[in-house]
């Protein structure tokens, strides 16, 4: 196992001519992608994840679409399972939906009045209890990924990417509470990728012109905050610096690379922002697996599924105390096929069992494949232990609607 180290400093002023006024920028993938379900009018438990209206990691949203596939991470919600975006065959697209236990009773509830605290392990990402989330993987006649998922800051963002006629990123768009339309100026001469970015942040999801592309009025009033970002690349590392229009350093990400089973892989990211230096370590097995994510993720994995996982959950409101984050034991079990048939999770308490008998959480899975031999429809039954007895909790139903590609 080797370990991958990025590290997060500040810079301080940089004087850049070129870094004008921006104007709206242009995004040649069509319509900007629809907002994100869950919908706050479905009443949630937490709040739905957000990306910042100012620097993050995004170095990672290219990566992600230079490896054109979306690949498991050990910080992923309980409810995303590894194979959500896994798919055999020529698929063109794969929309995904996940509906929550309680969704359709509270639909057009009230969003002001928060639901009652769900009484079983909260995961972080993902709404709680009566809410509703649909993604969208999609691929275009070249087999490049347009439309997906991007996890980031605790959760999934749809993401739309458009190309130019030489087949680089040429503009994105992420929709999320908090928006960003983001446009490719300059590109590397000797590597072709990215070099210059212009993007926009703080639209409101679903504040779009006539013709479906969110306002980008300009800096500052209703348009939200404008940023240039540009990115190095040095052999195996890479840096992202992000400026304001003035050309007032505002971040600075440093990133390093390995190849690993014909994957780049690129180091973590820290979020720290304010000043301050942290190094985040990651972990990768000889087959390009991150197996860990500082010292709270961790996973083992064979032949590339997960087969025993660490994180951090919420103990059940079981009226025994307060409830607060601890490390979580998961145990994966698959079928031939390779689907996922149970999940067993156990708290890292002094008082907990190992074994089935001993599991505080109990999920098991049946799925509906189709011809391709891919599951449409996945339905978990979900067992929660309460005063010693494991008992059924509604679990999260997941459907998968596939587009495959003539033959």
Do not use: H, K
Not at 41 to 65: C, K, N, R, V, Y
Not at 113 to 118: C, L, N, T, W
Not at 166 to 178: E, K
């Amino acid at each position: 196992m080797r370990r991958f180290v990025f590290t997060l400093l500040a810079v301080f002023l940089f004087s850049a001519g070129i870094f004008a006024q921006p104007g709206p920028p242009a995004f040649p993938g069509g319509d900007s992608p629809r907002p994100v379900s869950p919908d706050p009018s479905a009443g949630l438990s937490a709040p739905a994840p957000d990306l910042p209206a100012g620097p993050f990691p995004f170095m990672l949203i290219p990566e992600t679409i230079s490896a054109g596939e979306i690949l498991w991470r050990p910080d992923w919600p309980v409810e995303m399972p590894p194979d959500i975006f896994v798919v055999s065959g020529p698929a063109r697209s794969v929309t995904i939906t996940l509906e929550f236990p309680g969704a359709a009773g509270r639909a057009g509830s009230d969003p002001s009045v928060p639901p009652e605290p769900a009484d079983s392990p909260s995961p972080a990402g993902l709404p709680g209890a009566a809410a509703r989330a649909e993604y969208t993987l999609a691929y275009d006649g070249a087999g490049r990924l347009t439309d997906f998922p991007f996890f980031a800051n605790g959760g999934f963002f749809q993401t739309r990417v458009g190309y130019d006629d030489l087949g680089r990123i040429a503009g994105l768009a992420i929709s999320a509470p908090t928006s960003w339309q983001i446009e490719f100026l300059e590109y590397d001469g000797e590597t072709g990728r990215p070099s210059l970015l212009r993007l926009n942040a703080g639209n409101a999801a679903g504040n779009t012109d006539a013709a479906g592309n969110a306002d980008a009025a300009g800096s500052g009033g209703s348009g939200g905050s404008w940023f240039f970002v540009v990115l190095e690349y040095r052999g195996p590392a890479a840096s992202e610096t992000w400026y304001d229009p003035a050309g007032t350093g505002l971040a600075f990400y440093r990133y390093s690379y390995t190849p690993e089973n014909g994957r780049r892989r690129a180091a973590e990211y820290a979020d720290l922002l304010a000043g301050e230096s942290r190094a985040e370590e990651c972990y990768y097995d000889s087959w390009g697996n991150l197996t860990g994510i500082g010292g709270a993720y961790s996973a083992v994995y064979r032949d590339s599924r997960p087969q025993y996982w660490r994180r951090p959950l919420r103990l059940p409101l079981s009226g025994e105390g307060a409830a607060g984050e601890i490390p979580w034991r998961f145990i994966f079990q698959w079928d031939e096929q390779g689907f996922v048939t149970r999940i067993l999770g156990y708290p890292e308490t002094e008082a907990a069992e190992t074994g089935a008998s001993g599991a505080e959480w109990d999920s098991r899975y049946d799925y509906s494949p189709d011809a391709n031999g891919n599951w449409e429809e996945r339905r978990e039954i979900r067992m929660i232990r309460r005063g010693g007895y494991l008992l059924p909790q509604d679990g999260v139903s997941i459907t998968r609607r596939i587009e495959y590609q003539e033959r």
